[in-house]
């Protein structure tokens, strides 16, 4: 019993000595905070001035130690109270074989009664002391003083904190990794969205791919009989001639078939500067604007009249001059712009096709204006910018030497574009075949 009693003699002033040792850890020299973030990143504890991580771990070996320790050597009854109603003996005094209060364990009823009662407290049979308000004895456990209890609810408390501390640091490494994680999400998404783009790029038509593409489009639309509006418009006579352009080499072995002269006549030819000269053309060789018949009535005489004498002051100035006089461009659209809004205020009175057909010549003319202001209106009043041609093969090499496309045509000449779209459209079947 005595070597007991000196173990735990040793035990209980080791964890003491310990407990003081590790008492300055909690005293943390504070450095002066960062002023970016008022976070210290160079946190030290302790007299020796250790880092903050290796005092965590000194204090976590510690705290795991002591958690081995049987409580009940700091003074701590884990054990219920419950009631005993059996004696109660106190092997502590019977082995010491001294009397309580100078009294024999047999001799003093009082002692007697206070060692063997039926339980726990202050009544007999409640295994309380009496004569000793300090001392605690149940029934077959070791003794428990109060004293005792107060050093161990420290150092259990000394491990509360290094264990929670401990976990701090582990929840502390844990969220570090997380957002490690997260980074190399991040990462990794960015190098899909750029191996899909890549992807993309690599099975995608290119700009070029997808303008070949429609070009065949609309060759295919072109050969195989279009809208009447599409050749009128002269977008399916281009769609042809391009399309002949990369057979170029292979003309003079396409049908040498004849072009009449009456049908090149009515084609309006464009270099690219804009504008229409169909209209001033037929002017110029002494024909009379085609009003459509809407446009003929009494309510808009005055203004047809007035754009006619206009338009045909113009064209002489442009034939003579080279150029139209600013004015007489200012008249011409301000004339047109009244029949315009003569047209929207009659609109009730006027059949769809008649409402149709009179703006549809009412854009011709505002064509033919801006064709005025041209610098090369006298070239293609006086026919040099018009192609010329025998045969289709030859209409096709004039037209590529002076850089021409075809233009809409104006009224009176639907049927002339008609009949080039049939020669076109033969021709380029022939040269096709003879592929």
Same mark, same amino acid.
């Given at each position: 019993m005595a070597s007991y009693t000196k173990r735990l003699t040793v035990a209980v002033l080791a964890g003491m000595a310990l407990g003081i040792l590790a008492?300055?850890? @909690? @005293?943390?020299?504070?450095?002066?905070?960062?002023?970016?973030?008022?976070?210290?990143?160079?946190?030290r504890v302790g007299p020796l001035n250790t880092p903050l991580n290796q005092a965590a771990y000194n204090t976590a070996v510690f705290g795991n130690a002591m958690s081995q320790v049987p409580p009940w050597v700091y003074g701590y009854n884990p054990y219920p109270q419950v009631a005993n109603y059996g004696p109660v003996y106190n092997?502590?005094? !019977?082995?010491?074989?001294?009397?309580?209060?100078g009294a024999s364990l047999t001799s003093n009823p009082a002692i007697n009664s206070a060692l063997y009662s039926n339980g726990y407290g202050s009544s007999p049979g409640m295994g309380y002391n009496s004569l000793n308000n300090n001392s605690y004895y149940p029934g077959y456990y070791p003794p428990y003083y109060s004293g005792d209890y107060t050093l161990?609810?420290?150092?259990?408390? +000394?491990?509360?904190?290094?264990?929670?501390?401990?976990?701090?640091?582990?929840?502390?490494?844990? %969220?570090?990794?997380? $957002?490690? $994680? &997260?980074?190399?999400? #991040?990462?990794?998404?960015?190098?899909?969205?750029? &191996?899909?783009?890549?992807? &993309?790029?690599?099975?995608?038509?290119?700009?070029?791919?997808?303008?070949? $593409?429609?070009?065949?489009?609309? =060759?295919?639309?072109? +050969?195989?009989?279009?809208? *009447?509006?599409?050749?009128?418009?002269?977008?399916?006579?281009?769609?042809?001639?391009?399309? =002949?352009?990369? #057979?170029? %080499? $292979?003309?003079p072995k396409g049908p040498q078939w004849t072009i009449d002269d009456s049908v090149l006549k009515r084609i309006n030819w464009s270099s690219g500067a804009g504008g229409n000269a169909g209209m001033l053309k037929k002017l110029r060789d002494g024909e009379p604007l085609p009003w459509p018949a809407a446009l003929k009535t009494p309510a808009f005489a005055r203004e047809v009249t007035r754009i006619d004498t206009r338009m045909k002051d113009a064209v002489n100035q442009a034939?003579?001059?080279?150029?139209?006089?600013?004015?007489?461009?200012?008249?011409?659209?301000?004339? *047109?712009?009244?029949? /315009?809004e003569m047209v929207s205020s009659n609109i009730n009175d006027l059949a769809p096709s008649d409402s149709v057909g009179a703006r549809r010549?009412? /854009?011709?003319? @505002?064509? !033919?204006?801006?064709? *005025?202001?041209?610098?090369?209106?006298?070239?293609?009043?006086?026919? #040099?910018?018009?192609?010329?041609?025998?045969?289709?093969? &030859?209409?096709?090499? /004039?037209?590529?030497?002076?850089?021409?496309?075809?233009?809409?045509?104006?009224?009176?000449?639907?049927?002339?574009?008609?009949?080039?779209?049939?020669?076109?459209?033969?021709?380029?079947? !022939?040269l096709s075949g003879a592929q």
């Open positions: 008492a300055p850890a @909690a @005293a943390q020299i504070r450095i002066m905070p960062n002023s970016s973030n008022l976070v210290n990143p160079v946190w092997p502590m005094l !019977a082995n010491q074989g001294l009397p309580l209060g161990g609810a420290t150092l259990q408390g +000394m491990g509360s904190v290094i264990s929670a501390q401990g976990q701090f640091n582990i929840q502390n490494q844990q %969220a570090k990794l997380i $957002q490690q $994680q &997260e980074l190399q999400a #991040k990462v990794d998404t960015r190098r899909k969205v750029y &191996e899909e783009w890549l992807y &993309e790029q690599a099975n995608m038509p290119s700009l070029q791919d997808r303008r070949e $593409q429609l070009q065949r489009y609309e =060759l295919r639309r072109a +050969m195989k009989d279009p809208p *009447l509006v599409e050749i009128l418009s002269g977008t399916s006579l281009d769609a042809i001639y391009k399309d =002949l352009l990369t #057979k170029q %080499a $292979q003309w034939e003579i001059r080279k150029t139209v006089d600013a004015g007489t461009l200012a008249d011409l659209r301000a004339d *047109l712009k009244a029949m /315009d010549f009412l /854009d011709q003319l @505002a064509e !033919a204006v801006n064709a *005025l202001q041209k610098p090369n209106i006298a070239e293609q009043l006086t026919g #040099k910018l018009a192609a010329k041609g025998g045969t289709v093969p &030859e209409l096709l090499q /004039d037209m590529s030497s002076k850089g021409l496309t075809f233009a809409p045509a104006t009224s009176g000449d639907e049927s002339a574009y008609v009949a080039l779209h049939n020669y076109l459209v033969g021709f380029n079947a !022939a």
